[in-house]
């Protein structure tokens, strides 16, 4: 089992940043590729950012591309999200999960945090 926990969500401002964290325990994290997700109200969880189990490759949606990095710290078992020039847009949930690095697929998800972003 692989707990996750994110934190550093928040209400700001179009044009502001937050960043997010996503601090994990149980099994080894760094066994694990690392992926954020967003969840606007009324619509699909949907795909953001994913991070390759070393750090080593990175892969974004289109629509953050630019403005978000995701990045990991092995040491602290922690994943983050920065993320810049906020959009009205981003507003949503966001959920870490981690995935296995064998059969591909997510198989474990933080409660998520709320982003609001004010126009």
């Known amino acids: 089992q692989v707990q996750l926990v994110e934190s550093g969500g928040g209400l700001v401002q179009a044009g502001g940043s937050l960043r997010l964290s996503c601090a994990a325990s149980?099994?080894?994290?760094?066994?694990?590729?690392m992926g954020w997700f967003r969840q606007a109200p009324g619509k699909e969880r949907k795909f953001v950012a994913h991070?390759?189990?070393?750090?080593?490759?990175?892969y974004y949606v289109d629509s953050v591309k630019g403005r978000f990095t995701i990045s990991r710290d092995n040491a602290k078992n922690t994943v983050y999200l920065q993320m810049n020039s906020l959009k009205p847009e981003d507003t949503a949930v966001y959920y870490c999960?981690?995935?296995?690095?064998?059969?591909?697929?997510?198989?474990?998800w933080g409660q998520g945090t709320q982003v609001t972003v004010s126009s």
């Open positions: 149980g099994r080894t994290f760094s066994n694990y590729g």
């Open positions: 999960a981690a995935q296995s690095v064998v059969a591909g697929t997510f198989d474990y």
């Open positions: 991070i390759s189990s070393s750090g080593g490759s990175t």
